[in-house]
């Protein structure tokens, strides 16, 4: 082992010698940058293609046992529901594939004394872990930018053919007894305020949605009430509400039969599916205007703060993680206990899991600010790296 070690010691330094003036002065080597990059993304890579693999696996599982009551139903229709579904895992397991990718990557490194060669040669393990930390925020800001934006289309596209054909039900827009309550200003009418509509039956009908029973409560700025507006019908095309038959009834008035009534609306038939399905559906990009149409509308935006709020967290986990599996892998062997350290390394990387999830619920409940939701678990494990890492280096 000693006679391993010496080689691999002169190896780094003549490579560490061979380097421009320039780079010597550093300590620091491009060439075993570039080196321990592509060992860190091969191995995250590839684990986060099996993790993808193995979710997805059990998603067609499920998909077929949904479908076992549903004859007319055929393989090929959960083939591609399944495979719709492939973006959205990625981006769910991609911190434990960057975990345990960064744990099997600095283990190997340690186990074979490159590692240990390296730092004899001068290289601290905050330069050691420049290059895969960069690579681990490039790949988080990849997914964030490019793989969700394709996930939301494809996520979509698969709560389309869910609803259709595994799903009971009319759809999105069918809530509890078929009502549907909605809230959006009228600035179109004078004096300008907002409108709460009510309707107790719902039907979508391509792009029109087509309601009865409705009862429409205009409000000024202050909340007190303008006008009621009561009509048996009505339809939503083209961002205008048409109510047939309606009548206005005035505080401290009588009835008023007016026939038909058009009001503005800034809502859509497809904005109004969006704000009831999954926040999955909208990519990093489109979240913020929605999400600013759904304040306006009265339609509850915690859910869509909080999955945007974890996207922009999204590669400084990725970061966090790389750095979480530096810390529990690079023990070096002749100390002992690195299958208890790399075990501890995976608890961790379940406990960040756990604590996220929890804090989810909290901010879907709105006990946290979605903000402090979604970067608390980073944060909390970004501090817990540092603190590994400022230990082994320094002791």
Same mark, same amino acid.
């Given at each position: 082992m000693k006679s391993t070690t010496d080689g691999y010691r002169?190896?780094?330094?003549?490579?560490?010698?061979?380097?421009?003036?320039?780079?010597?002065?550093?300590?620091?080597?491009?060439?075993?940058?570039?080196?321990?990059?592509?060992?860190?993304?091969?191995?995250?890579?590839?684990?986060?293609?099996?993790?993808?693999?193995?979710?997805?696996?059990?998603?067609?599982?499920?998909?077929?046992?949904?479908?076992?009551?549903?004859?007319?139903?055929?393989?090929?229709?959960?083939?591609?529901?399944?495979?719709?579904?492939?973006?959205?895992?990625?981006?769910?397991?991609?911190?434990?594939?960057?975990?345990?990718?960064?744990?099997?990557?600095?283990?190997?490194?340690?186990?074979?004394?490159?590692?240990?060669?390296?730092?004899?040669? $001068?290289?601290?393990?905050?330069?050691?872990?420049?290059?895969?930390?960069?690579?681990?925020?490039?790949? $988080?800001?990849?997914?964030?930018?490019?793989?969700?934006?394709?996930?939301?289309?494809?996520?979509?596209?698969?709560?389309?053919?869910d609803q259709s054909y595994l799903r009971t039900g009319g759809g999105v827009l069918t809530l509890k007894g078929g009502e549907l309550w909605l809230r959006q200003a009228d600035d179109g009418l004078t004096p300008h305020g907002v409108a709460i509509l009510h309707a107790q039956n719902v039907k979508l009908a391509q792009d029109t949605l087509d309601v009865s029973g409705v009862t429409i409560f205009r409000l000024d700025d202050r909340d007190r009430l303008i006008v009621r507006v009561e009509a048996p019908t009505g339809t939503l095309a083209h961002q205008q509400w048409s109510l047939n038959d309606s009548s206005l009834l005035h505080p401290d008035h009588l009835p008023e039969k007016i026939g038909t009534l058009s009001l503005p609306s800034d809502l859509t038939v497809s904005r109004i599916q969006e704000s009831f399905a999954s926040p999955d559906t909208l990519s990093v990009f489109a979240l913020p205007s929605f999400i600013s149409l759904l304040e306006r509308s009265g339609f509850p935006s915690i859910r869509h703060r909080l999955h945007f709020q974890s996207l922009l967290a999204l590669p400084i986990l990725a970061g966090t993680m790389a750095l979480v599996s530096a810390g529990f892998s690079m023990r070096p062997a002749r100390r002992g206990g690195v299958a208890r350290m790399l075990g501890s390394g995976i608890a961790a990387g379940f406990a960040l899991f756990t604590i996220s999830k929890v804090a989810e619920q909290f901010g879907e409940s709105g006990a946290l600010p979605p903000v402090l939701a979604a970067w608390a678990p980073t944060g909390a494990g970004l501090c817990l790296a540092v603190a590994l890492l400022l230990h082994m280096e320094d002791g």
């Open positions: 002169s190896w780094f330094s003549t490579l560490i010698h061979t380097l421009r003036p320039q780079e010597a002065e550093v300590g620091f080597s491009t060439t075993l940058a570039i080196y321990i990059a592509r060992h860190f993304t091969l191995n995250t890579l590839s684990m986060v293609l099996a993790l993808t693999g193995l979710v997805s696996l059990f998603d067609f599982i499920d998909l077929l046992r949904r479908a076992a009551t549903r004859p007319n139903v055929p393989t090929s229709l959960i083939l591609e529901i399944a495979g719709l579904h492939i973006p959205y895992y990625v981006i769910y397991v991609l911190p434990f594939g960057i975990l345990l990718g960064g744990i099997v990557c600095f283990s190997r490194l340690t186990r074979s004394s490159e590692l240990i060669v390296a730092r004899a040669a $001068g290289i601290s393990a905050w330069q050691f872990l420049a290059s895969p930390l960069s690579c681990a925020l490039l790949i $988080g800001l990849f997914t964030t930018t490019g793989i969700s934006a394709l996930s939301s289309s494809m996520y979509r596209q698969a709560e389309l053919l």
